[in-house]
Every structure is written in structure tokens, then in C-alpha cells.
């Protein structure tokens, strides 16, 4: 007969827990806010701080964030790791076979229709193996247990707190309902925790051996229009997400025709039309100023949250090396111009 | 609600949440159990048993057990995932694709009776289970909507493009006539079979040999003649074999890893080589898939591969590094301190410091100087080699062997190391090909020829190590000869070889070549323009057998037509193979038989008595009797091994397709000769012992160097150091350090391991006027030169061959990726795109091999998967010659097309590439006689008139060029009044009286 301590009991409630709040935020990711997961914030207050509306009010209320919903996850910022981590920018790539290559080896079937690296499976992942990890604690398996949360830390830090970061500032700068950018910063804050948590026990090593690599700021050894901006379309080699709403929000700002298409067309025709407005050099200050923003974001959320500093470092070497690009480009135009 | 005004939550907020969400009732989803998933299971599945296969070890089967390859079941894998089982019957093949000769296995689906797919046969000793793309993609040529299912005649003027549909007896009759002809007006030089890739060992030389003509003419000397010929000056063997899997160390002159002879089977043994610790060096001024892998990758300047290997040799020597006593015992360094050092003591210390002072010169500052490679990497690799010793596997094949004038050398100073460091024959070490090579004897052979044929062995090449092919046009254009009937097999000169559009006006002219036979699965750019197009089968559908030197072992392996062996064993009975294949396709072994019979119906001019049956007088052979008599009597072990298994040994071999008749073959010049070998020899000046003893019987006729008889019998071994040893068969009996040979036949300035300069030397280009060389010769691994036209699968993968282009380069001459560029070689140029890349040597481009295929008419000619459509023009040139200039425009690229393959109405790539083979004139090396592909070339930005694919040339000036390379040549020496030294290698080697010249009257 197992005897249960006491510490095993915590530990499974402390899983439960966090096997919740995954699952939680897992839902918030995978579709438009249900009244279900509304009744609910509002009788645990906790996730968002909104002071709740009439009964009137919520029903245009949840209209909207569903609007936003579409908005962001389906029009502006797709929420895949594939588009963050992987130099191809698309969805459904090695990276997505990475992800599910983890997910296979534990037996997990995402079986939402979305791809793997969706946010909303990775959360689900994590819930999943809180959800067991409990489980093993209340059997009181301590062995299986901590191969678990190894396991989740292990996710963390090579998947989903590698690009959460990135993702989570570029909703933050373009949605425009105060519950999306709650949701997004209040998920990178509970991940980085958990990630905090999870690593406690992991010698600095261990924590640190996060996959680094160089950055180069060159595009390629060819720098052309093309280049630069497949260079600054790429998360991977730029360091942010430069979207499509954020694109058109510049070219309204600088009263000129914004493209359509995909990001690289859109990009180009942005850069065409200023070059053709003799605008470049605006609209390349424009852009240091997005980075500048973005570094700023970096710079604040990497002193709160120190343990992620490792995996994060690189994003923010990334994001140096484009504003370096940028000033020496904007260099070359003022040249040109005198 | 903004960022900053928003107070973080704590991580205990965050779990009260989280407890909160899991009991409250949105929560539906229970616990997900951690573990595997079952597979799903589709209510489609049929119920059946497939356990997996496992080895006697228990671990599982990668191969189907072969005791069950006559009824296999497996599930349909284009069908997953539902499970749909199909029966299949397991017949063995060899792949047609490369030279390697690749086990396959065809599986045939036994309730449709067609190839559903070629995997590979893990019975092969060469590839053992595993292929390349190449050998899969059979199956895109098997059922290739473009084949040619019928004999065609020409209607129209040759070259038109005009056909009909004609039968096998009508071909036939007119070309057993013509030859018939030939034979009793005694023009035995006017029947030439003129092959690319034989794929087969044995048969033709005995049909030729049978007709007593001097016909044979291959595609050598555009491939490995230099190669073969610097090994052939070491050994009289001409090919190496290397034993990459337990080597230490491997020097690569080539990209075996992904091309090169035996690509699939070296690349295997290399892979288990490095795995085991080997380290690898690769000299290769790109950046092959090859020296993306190796530890060295010494991208040498082209034409400058040998200083750098007598560098390496000079560091062995100078720091004592090398094999004292393997030299001492096998070099043949007396006979050349008595012929070339008559003053000094004939001693081996003497000698070892003459070697000293011979190569102190190429020290690896100056090879660094001459290559490009830094001395420290050479001085690197040299200790490699000195520390691998004997186990030190190197080879050169094609690469700089047949690029550069003087090629030769290369494979000659790259042996030279073998030689220092006594890895000849080791384990790990490399062989000579004969010792891991069987070609069984056939049930009768006929005699050899006595007639020399000019056209492909002419007098100024005395030294040539295969037939002057390439030149044959200008040979026709000299009226050196004539061709009464040509055949083309597996061969496509108008494309693969230099100088395409004099290759055109040699064909098209009907006085020169009354009659062209082209044997070929697909159309091609020559046989455009043939008389006769006579379909014959891919390697799913003939009969071949044959053996390569692939490692330390002698194998043999037997190609079959798989539908017909597996109907066969069914019960069904065929007359011949055209029965089993696709439309009227036929095989050649039979159609050399039947064209036999009609040369000489009634037996009168002795040809047909080597096809009539052994086993039924006077009666024609068949397939089964001809392979049954080889398998039975001629291949050490087999009928023991069939007879354990309780089959014959036909069946033996129609059941694993290959059999292993010895393995780990080593050193056997190091065998001691017994007594009664030895028994009433004599021994000559050199050493050399003779016999007049007739030899025992073998039934091994892999061609081997021999000198000739002479009055003390044949050579037999060697004296060294007392003792009689079975040695090498050179003249010396060992490995010759100083060629006499050479000496004596013109070239005594190469008569040491030394080196050239190059056609291409980097001294002769003026790089600031981008002038580059221009390296022409790389395959792909996906790709076989024009043969795999027809699958689509490699197509798919490899279709573009742009001009690699170095940053810098490319950058002085302000063009990147993409841009077009014209390519000048010395007789017109070509227009291709660049890619700019780090993997080529500045001051060097390289295009690759095999695309640039081209069709006249939108509906024929070369395989729509593959070609672009293209024009093509002759007209006066500017210098007044008459229709000497050719331009040839790319109209299309490739396109989707209608047919029954739904997937060419799915061809996606439009790039068709550029045909660059045209622009080059023929570069015969004055000794070895191979061409030497390397061009230098001025590169240009394209102009606004030149279109991708554009190719002009002037052929009189490609004629001018090969009379000026021909100036280079010696014809003069021709000691004892010979045409060429008889113990060398001559394929299809005739009888000893046709190597006397006639005006010698000897």
C-alpha cells in the first residue's frame, strides 16, 4: 500500500492547478470567447481585470472581441511557432514537425484542426502534461512526476517560451481590445513563472542551454530591395513580427497607397511607393522606431522575468543587428540623396 | 486599459485560477493518458495478418525473407491509411541507370502482372539492399508514355524527323545484308557498334569477334581515359579499386559520395569507413556533396591536382614517411637505375636518395603557389597519408583526370602515394580492378579478329587508351574511311559528346555513314538521326550479366527481364523477350543472335555456328541455354551453392539475381609461385620469369594486360629477392616507377610520375578580363547523362543547370543570381544563367552535366519530360566555309503535356537548361588520347539579342581546333614497327599479327 505524504499532495494540487490555468488559457487561444468561458472569468476574476459590463453591454461586447479574434489570430498574427523560430515564414514546416515530433514521443494527438505549433495546442500540451504530472503525484510515483515536469520545462524553453515572446508583443502592439492584450501579457507572465518554477531544482547549466546561435545583420551577401525585405518579414532573422495591419498603419501614416498581397508584397510596395514619394528615409525611421518600441518591451520584460533571459537573449541581439541594418541603410539614403 | 496601468498577477493568482477552471464544469476533457496512441483503424481495412519479418537475430527485416519472394504480401503504401494488401512475385534485376549495376528487386503484382516498383535486392554483394533515386525511378521508365514501342524506318531525308512504323524482320533483313556484305568484300572496317554504356560483360566483344570485324567503339575516351591510362602506366590494370570501408584514410579526386564510377556502392563503404574513423580529403576545385563531407576539402586551381599529389609524395619521401620496404620489394627501380642512371651505384639507398632530390622541388609552398590549397593543409594531409600506411584508399575516375591536357597525370601521381605507402591490395588499401572483377567464360569463343580498324585506334594515338571516338567526325570529314552500317547503342554523341554539330554533319551525310542503327529505349538527339530506331528494353527487360570492381570481393550479377522470368515461372512459354515487354520492345542478346543467323543463314561464313544451341546442334540458342552453360560451367561455386538450395544454377541465379564467388581479395602479386609452376621457366634480365607450360584452365575472361608470347613461353611472376612471386603483369613484373613503355613509345619525358600544365593553367588566363576555366564534367546524383530523360521522378527533382560563379567574380562583374551570361569557348558560345555561390574556386565556373536536352518538333524527338522545344539553323559562316555555322535556339523550355501518365499534365519546372557540350571543340590528350573537357572560356554579361539556351558554333573552326591538338600528338615512334604495345589493355583486343603495321611487313 502507496502511503501519500503531504508534500506529494501539494505537489499534485500545484499541478492541477497549473494543468488548469493551461487549459484555460489553451481555450482563449482556440476560439472566439464563448459565453461558457465568460461566466466563468466572471465569477473567477483573475485573468483580465475588466470591470464587467451590463448584460446589454456584453452581448456587442463579445461581438467585438470576436471581430478581434478574427482580427488577430486569423488575419494579422498567426499564432505558429513555424512563423517565429523557422526562416521559411510558413505555416506547416520543420518546426511544426518538431513540435509534433515532442508530442508524439509522449503519446499527446492534437486533435484540433489546427497544425501543432498552433498556441492553442502548445497550452493544451502543457495542460495535458500538468494534468498526468498531478496524477503521478496523487499515486505518489515521485520518479514519473519529475520526468514529467522535466518534460514540460524541456517544452518550454525549446518551443513555447522561445517565440511566445515575440508573438505576445506583436498582439500587444496591434490589438485594439484591452482583453487580447490582458490575455496575451498575462500568458507570457504565467509561462514565464511556470518556466521560473519548473527550473528550480535545474542546475544554471541546465537552464542556460538554450540553443544560441549568431545573428547576422547582412540579409545575404546580395542587398537587394527583395532581400532586405524578406530579411525584415522573417521573425527569425529580424527579431519581431512586422504585420499586415502594422504595414498599412505606416503607409496611412505617411499618406501613402498601402499594397496588398502578402507581407512581402505588401513591404514592397510600401518601400516602392515611398522611394517613388522620395519618402524612404521616413519610412526607414519608421521602422527603427517599431524596433526601438519593440526593444524597449524587450528590455523591460527580460529584467522581470530573469529566468528567461537565455532563451530570450537572442531575439534581442537579432532585434540590435536591424536597427544597425536600418541606420546604415538610412545612412546610404541620406548619401545618395546629398 | 493600458500596458503599465495593468498590475501583474502573481503565479498564485494564476493557480487559483487555474484550480477554479479545472473543477468548474466548462472543463469536459478528461485526464489525456500519456502514452502511445493506437493506430487508427479504418473500417475500409480488409482483415489480415501482416506480422513483421524478422532475422534470425530477432531484430526486424529490412527486406522481404527471400524464401517468400515468390508470393509476398504487403500492404499498398499509395493507399495508406488504409491497410490494402497486394500479392507480389520478387524478381531480381540490375539497375540500367549508372555503370554500378545496382541489385533491384521488381515487384510484380500477381493479379495485374505489371512492375508496381523496383526496391532494392539485398542479395546484391555491390549495393546490398540500398540505391541511389536512380534505381527506383526504373519504374518511370518502364511505363514512360514517350518510349518508343516499334522498330522506326526513316521516310524523309535523314535528320528530318520523318517516320514510319517498320517491323523487326524488315530492320533486320536490311541490316544483316549490308554487314553480310561488308564481311565477304572484306570491308571488316566498315561495321561499327559504337556503345556508351555497356552495361553487359562479354557478349558484344564475342559477337564482334564472331563477325571477325574490328567494330567495337565506345564512349571512353570522352570518360575515363586519362584516368584509366595513369593507372595503366602504373600496372597495366587501368581501373582502381578501393577499400573505402577499412581505410583510414581516403583521397578523393572525385565526388564518389554522389556520382563517380560505382557512386552507390563506394559511397556505402566510404559512409562506413568515416563512421568506423577514416578521415577523408577531397581535392576538387567545387564544392561537391563529396567535400561538403570530407575532413579536407582542397579546392585545387583545375590542371593543378598533380603538383599537389607530388607535393604530398615529397613529404612522405623527404620526412621518410614511406613504405621503404614495399618500395624496395615492388617498384621497379632497378630497371630504371640501369637504364636512366647508368653512372651511379644501382643500389635502393641510392635510389631513395635520388627519389629525394627528384621531387624536392614540389614542396607544398610551390604546390600552394600552383593550387591554391594552403601548404599547411597539404603538409596536413600528407601525414594523414603516411599515418594511414597501407590502409590509404584513393580514387580518381573522371574529375581532373578528364579535364585537363596531361590529365593522366593525375591518377599517376595519385597512385605514386598507393605505391609509397604500400596500400596496394591491402585491406583498407586500394586493388587493381581485374583482382575484384569475373566476366565467366561463355560456351565458345571465337577467335580473335586479325584486322585493325584506323577509324577508332589511328596510328597518332599509339598509346590511346580506348578507341578516339570522339573524333570519328573529323576522321569521316578527312576521308579516312567510311561506315557501311553503324549502330549507336546507349548512346547519344550528338548531345553527350564535344563538338555535337560536326557530329550532325557526319551523320547527315549518307556517303560517310550509309546506314544508322540507333538501339535505344528513347528518343535522343542522335537518334534523330538514324535510319533504323530499334526499341530495346530498360534493366527490367534484358539479359546481362556482369561484375565491378565495388569492393574487396568478385561478384557477378544477372540483369532480367523480370515480367517474362516471373510469367516463366508461372508455366507460361515465350519465343523471345519482345513477347514479355511492352509493344514490340525487344532485348539485345537476342536481337544479336537473330541478326547473326541473317548474316550468315547457311552457316557459310562461320558466324553462325556461336549461336547455334550446345545443347541442341545446328539449332538457334535461346536465352535460358546461353546464361544456363555460363552459370554452370564457368562461375566458381555457384552450381554448389544452387545445389544446396535444391535448385540449378540458373535457377539459382534467376531467383537472387547475384552471386559472391570470393570475398576480401588481397595483395595476390605477394602470392609465391609453387613448384611445379615454376617447373622448366627461365628467368629474363629484368627478373621476369617465362613458361612454356601451358596455363591451368580458367574460366575467368576478365580482360587482363599480358605481354606477349615470345620464345620463352609466357610471362608467369616475378624474382623478388630470390623468391618467384606471381607479381604485376607489366613488363617489369612490377610497378613501374619508370614507364620503358612510355620511354620507348615517344614520351620519355613521362616516363616518372611528374606533370603537365594544363590546356586551362591558371598562368594562361587573364582573370581580370574574365577569362575563366570552366568545368563541364560534374553529374548529378539524380541524373544519369541523357539515359534517365525519361523519369520523371529525377526530372522532377533536377532540371536546371545553371554557371557556378563565385562571390567575387560575380561581383567584379556585376551580375548575381539569375542573370543571363554568355559563355565563349573557342568555337561559338553558349547562354546560361549564374548562381552565385561560395562552392566554386574563384576564377573558376563549373556547369553541370546532363540538362539542356532538346526536340525539333513540339510532338517528338527527346522526351517532352525533359527537352525544350528548339530551332536549329545552318548556314555559310562569316570566313566563307559552307553551312559550318549552327545556331541553336530554345523556342520553349519544358511544359505539361497530355498523356497517359496523368502526371505530365502536372510538370511544374519550365527550366529545360542549356546544352554546353555543343560549344566545345574536341581536346584529344596527345598520349592518353581522352578528351579534355576543361574550356577556357570569357565570360560576358548576355546581350540584348541573347536568349537563355542560345548556342552558337562554327564547326569549321571546331575542325581547326582538333587539327591543332592533333599536331600535338607523336605518331613518328612506333618501335618493332607496332601499332601500340601489345601487353597494354586494348578492349576487344585482337589477334597480335593485326598490331604489326602493314609497311613494315613484319
Not at chain 2, 539556351?949 to 562554327?954: E, L, R, S, Y
Request: aromatic share 12%; with cysteine.
Amino acid at each position: 500500500m502507496v502511503t501519500q505524504n503531504s508534500n506529494s499532495i501539494t505537489q499534485a494540487s500545484l499541478a492541477e492547478a497549473r494543468a488548469g490555468t493551461y487549459r484555460l488559457l489553451s481555450q482563449l487561444y482556440s476560439h472566439e470567447l464563448d459565453r461558457e468561458v465568460l461566466e466563468f472569468l466572471r465569477e473567477n476574476p483573475g485573468i483580465i481585470s475588466n470591470n464587467f459590463l451590463t448584460r446589454e453591454q456584453e452581448e456587442s461586447w463579445l461581438q467585438a472581441l470576436r471581430v478581434e479574434y478574427s482580427y488577430l489570430f486569423l488575419l494579422n498574427i498567426y499564432p505558429y511557432e513555424s512563423l517565429y523560430t523557422g526562416p521559411e515564414v510558413r505555416l506547416n514546416t520543420v518546426e511544426t514537425e518538431r513540435v509534433q515530433a515532442f508530442y508524439e514521443e509522449l503519446g499527446f494527438n492534437n486533435n484540433s484542426e489546427v497544425f501543432a505549433d498552433h498556441v492553442a495546442v502548445e497550452l493544451e500540451f502543457m495542460a495535458t502534461l500538468a494534468q498526468q504530472e498531478a496524477h503521478y503525484w496523487q499515486k505518489n510515483l515521485k520518479v514519473q512526476a519529475g520526468y514529467l515536469s522535466g518534460l514540460a520545462q524541456k517544452f518550454l524553453q525549446e518551443h513555447l517560451l522561445k517565440w511566445l515572446l515575440i508573438f505576445s508583443l506583436a498582439v500587444q502592439r496591434t490589438t485594439r481590445q484591452a482583453f487580447y492584450r490582458e490575455l496575451v501579457e498575462e500568458t507570457l507572465a504565467f509561462v514565464c513563472q511556470d518556466f521560473q518554477q519548473l527550473s528550480e531544482g535545474l542546475n544554471e547549466k541546465e537552464v542556460a542551454a538554450i540553443e544560441q546561435r549568431s545573428i547576422t545583420a547582412k540579409p545575404s551577401h546580395e542587398r537587394s530591395l527583395s532581400n532586405l525585405i524578406r530579411y525584415l518579414i522573417t521573425p527569425d532573422e529580424a527579431g519581431f513580427y512586422l504585420c499586415k495591419i502594422e504595414m498599412f498603419r505606416l503607409a496611412q501614416a505617411m499618406q501613402l497607397p498601402s499594397g496588398v498581397g502578402d507581407r512581402f508584397q505588401m513591404l514592397k510596395s510600401l518601400f516602392e511607393n515611398a522611394a517613388q514619394y522620395e519618402m524612404l528615409e521616413k519610412l526607414v525611421s519608421a521602422l527603427i522606431e517599431i524596433v526601438q518600441g519593440y526593444e524597449e518591451d524587450f528590455d523591460r520584460l527580460i529584467t522581470e522575468f530573469e529566468v528567461a533571459r537565455p532563451g530570450w537573449q537572442g531575439w534581442q541581439e537579432r532585434l540590435k543587428a536591424t536597427q544597425q541594418l536600418l541606420e546604415e541603410v538610412g545612412q546610404t539614403l541620406k548619401m545618395t540623396e546629398s | 486599459m493600458s500596458i503599465d496601468a495593468h498590475k501583474r498577477r502573481s503565479f498564485g493568482d494564476f493557480l487559483k485560477l487555474g484550480k477554479a477552471f479545472m473543477a468548474s464544469a466548462s472543463v469536459e476533457a478528461p485526464p489525456v493518458p500519456v502514452t502511445k496512441p493506437e493506430p487508427t483503424v479504418s473500417p475500409k481495412d480488409r482483415p489480415i495478418n501482416l506480422p513483421p519479418q524478422r532475422m534470425p537475430n530477432g531484430e526486424l527485416a529490412q527486406f522481404p525473407p527471400s524464401d517468400k519472394w515468390d508470393d509476398w504480401t504487403e500492404y499498398d503504401a499509395k493507399l495508406w491509411p488504409h491497410k490494402v494488401p497486394r500479392r507480389y512475385m520478387l524478381v531480381p534485376t540490375t539497375c540500367f541507370n549508372c555503370e554500378s549495376a545496382c541489385g533491384l528487386l521488381a515487384y510484380i503484382d500477381k493479379d495485374t502482372m505489371k512492375v508496381r516498383k523496383f526496391e532494392g535486392n539485398p542479395a546484391h554483394p555491390g549495393s546490398r539492399g540500398r540505391n541511389c533515386a536512380k534505381g527506383p525511378a526504373t519504374i518511370n521508365q518502364v511505363y514512360d508514355p514517350e518510349r518508343i514501342l516499334y522498330p522506326m524506318k526513316r521516310v524523309g531525308p535523314r535528320g528530318s524527323g520523318k517516320w514510319e512504323r517498320t517491323s523487326w524482320d524488315v530492320a533486320l533483313e536490311d541490316i544483316a545484308g549490308r554487314i553480310r556484305k561488308a564481311l565477304v568484300e572484306d570491308r571488316k572496317t566498315e561495321v561499327m557498334y559504337h556503345v556508351g554504356r555497356p552495361g553487359e560483360d562479354g557478349y558484344m566483344e564475342r559477337v564482334l569477334q564472331s563477325w571477325g570485324i574490328d567494330g567495337h567503339n565506345s564512349h571512353t575516351n570522352i570518360c575515363s581515359a586519362g584516368g584509366r591510362f595513369g593507372y595503366a602506366a602504373w600496372m597495366g590494370m587501368d581501373r582502381p579499386s578501393p577499400d573505402h570501408a577499412n581505410a583510414r584514410f581516403i583521397l578523393l579526386i572525385s565526388a564518389h559520395l554522389e556520382s563517380g564510377h560505382y557512386f552507390n556502392p563506394h559511397a556505402q563503404r566510404i559512409m562506413e569507413g568515416k563512421m568506423a574513423g577514416a578521415k577523408i580529403a577531397v581535392m576538387d576545385p567545387r564544392l561537391s556533396n563529396t567535400a561538403s563531407m570530407a575532413d579536407y576539402w582542397m579546392p585545387t586551381r583545375p590542371g593543378s591536382e598533380a603538383p599537389v599529389l607530388l607535393a604530398i609524395a615529397n613529404v612522405l619521401i623527404q620526412e621518410n614517411r614511406f613504405n621503404r620496404e614495399f618500395v624496395r620489394r615492388w617498384l621497379n627501380w632497378e630497371q630504371y637505375m640501369k637504364e636512366e642512371q647508368p653512372d651511379l651505384p644501382p643500389t635502393f639507398d641510392e635510389f631513395v636518395n635520388l627519389l629525394k632530390k627528384l621531387y624536392a622541388d614540389y614542396t607544398p609552398e610551390y604546390a600552394e603557389h600552383e593550387s591554391g590549397v594552403s601548404a599547411e593543409m597539404i603538409r596536413q594531409v600528407a601525414r594523414e597519408v603516411g599515418r594511414a600506411g597501407t590502409a590509404f584508399s584513393s580514387h580518381n575516375w573522371r574529375a581532373a583526370a578528364a579535364g585537363n591536357l596531361g590529365g593522366w597525370l593525375v591518377p599517376r601521381c595519385l597512385f605514386f602515394l598507393n605505391v609509397l605507402t604500400g596500400s596496394i591490395g591491402t585491406e583498407g588499401g586500394t586493388s587493381a580492378n581485374v583482382w575484384n572483377k569475373f566476366v565467366p567464360k561463355p560456351f565458345v569463343e571465337p577467335p580473335k579478329q586479325k584486322v585493325w580498324n584506323e577509324l577508332t585506334w589511328p596510328r597518332e594515338y599509339p598509346l590511346a587508351h580506348h578507341e578516339m571516338s570522339f573524333l570519328l567526325p573529323h576522321f569521316l570529314k578527312e576521308g579516312r574511311g567510311k561506315l557501311a552500317m553503324y549502330f549507336t547503342r546507349v548512346y547519344n554523341p550528338v548531345w553527350t559528346n564535344p563538338d555535337g554539330f560536326s557530329w550532325i554533319e557526319a551523320l547527315k551525310d549518307e556517303t560517310q555513314v550509309e546506314c544508322h542503327a540507333a538501339l535505344t529505349p528513347t528518343w535522343n538527339e542522335t537518334s534523330w538521326l538514324a535510319d533504323y530506331v530499334l526499341p530495346m528494353g530498360h534493366g527490367s527487360e534484358r539479359h546481362d550479366t556482369h561484375s565491378y570492381e565495388t569492393h574487396s570481393a568478385q561478384w557477378i550479377a544477372f540483369r532480367q527481364p523480370v515480367l517474362r522470368v516471373a510469367m516463366e515461372k508461372m508455366g507460361r512459354k515465350f519465343k523471345d523477350t519482345r513477347e514479355a515487354n511492352p509493344g514490340e520492345v525487344w532485348e539485345e542478346d537476342e536481337f544479336w543472335i537473330e541478326l547473326s543467323w541473317r548474316i550468315d543463314p547457311d552457316g557459310s561464313l562461320g558466324v553462325r555456328q556461336y549461336f547455334e544451341s550446345p545443347y541442341r546442334p545446328g539449332e538457334k540458342i535461346t536465352m535460358d541455354e546461353y546464361y544456363r552453360y555460363i552459370f554452370e560451367n564457368s562461375v566458381p561455386g555457384l552450381p554448389e551453392a544452387a545445389k544446396a538450395e535444391g535448385l540449378t544454377p540458373l535457377e539459382y541465379m534467376r531467383k537472387y539475381g547475384a552471386f559472391e564467388i570470393k570475398s576480401d581479395i588481397r595483395q595476390p602479386y605477394e602470392r609465391l609461385l609453387n613448384a611445379e609452376e615454376l617447373e622448366g621457366s627461365t628467368i629474363d634480365e629484368l627478373g621476369v620469369i617465362w613458361s612454356k607450360k601451358p596455363r591451368p584452365h580458367s574460366t575467368d575472361i576478365t580482360p587482363k594486360p599480358a605481354q606477349p608470347a615470345g620464345p620463352n613461353g609466357t610471362a608467369l611472376g616475378v624474382m623478388v629477392e630470390g623468391a618467384a612471386y606471381a607479381g604485376f603483369p607489366t613488363p617489369s613484373g612490377r610497378l613501374e616507377f619508370f614507364s620503358k613503355t612510355l620511354k620507348d613509345w615517344g614520351w620519355p619525358e613521362y616516363s616518372l610520375p611528374t606533370f603537365e600544365r594544363s590546356h586551362v593553367d591558371w598562368h594562361s588566363m587573364d582573370h581580370e578580363a574574365n577569362e575563366f576555366t570552366l568545368v563541364p564534367t560534374f553529374r548529378l546524383p539524380t541524373l544519369i547523362h541523357t539515359r534517365t530523360g525519361n523519369a520523371k521522378w529525377l526530372n522532377e527533382i533536377s532540371h536546371s543547370n545553371p554557371v557556378w560563379l563565385n562571390p567575387a567574380d560575380a561581383e567584379r562583374m556585376q551580375v548575381t543570381t539569375n542573370d543571363l551570361v554568355k559563355v565563349n569557348t573557342e568555337i561559338g558560345y553558349f547562354v546560361a544563367k549564374i548562381w552565385v555561390t561560395n562552392g566554386i574556386a574563384p576564377g573558376v565556373i563549373a556547369c553541370s552535366h546532363h540538362m539542356g536536352r532538346w526536340r525539333l518538333t513540339e510532338q517528338n524527338g527527346t522526351d517532352r519530360w525533359v527537352s525544350g522545344l528548339a530551332d536549329l539553323q545552318q548556314s555559310d559562316s562569316n570566313s566563307g566555309t559552307k553551312g559550318h555555322e549552327w545556331k541553336l535556339t530554345q523556342l520553349k523550355g519544358v511544359e505539361p503535356f497530355k498523356s497517359d501518365d496523368p502526371d505530365s499534365e502536372r510538370i511544374w519546372w519550365t527550366d529545360a537548361g542549356v546544352h554546353q557540350n555543343l560549344t566545345f571543340p574536341v581536346h584529344p590528350d596527345p598520349v592518353s588520347g581522352a578528351h579534355c573537357w576543361h574550356q577556357k572560356v570569357l565570360l560576358e554579361k548576355a546581350g540584348l539579342n541573347d536568349r537563355y539556351g542560345d548556342v552558337f558554333v562554327d564547326t569549321a573552326k571546331s575542325h581547326q581546333v582538333y587539327k591543332n591538338w592533333l599536331a600535338l600528338a607523336r605518331p613518328a615512334n612506333h618501335p618493332s614497327g607496332l601499332r601500340r604495345p601489345i601487353w597494354m589493355l586494348r578492349p576487344y583486343k585482337p589477334d597480335p599479327s593485326a598490331f604489326k603495321l602493314p609497311e613494315t611487313g613484319r
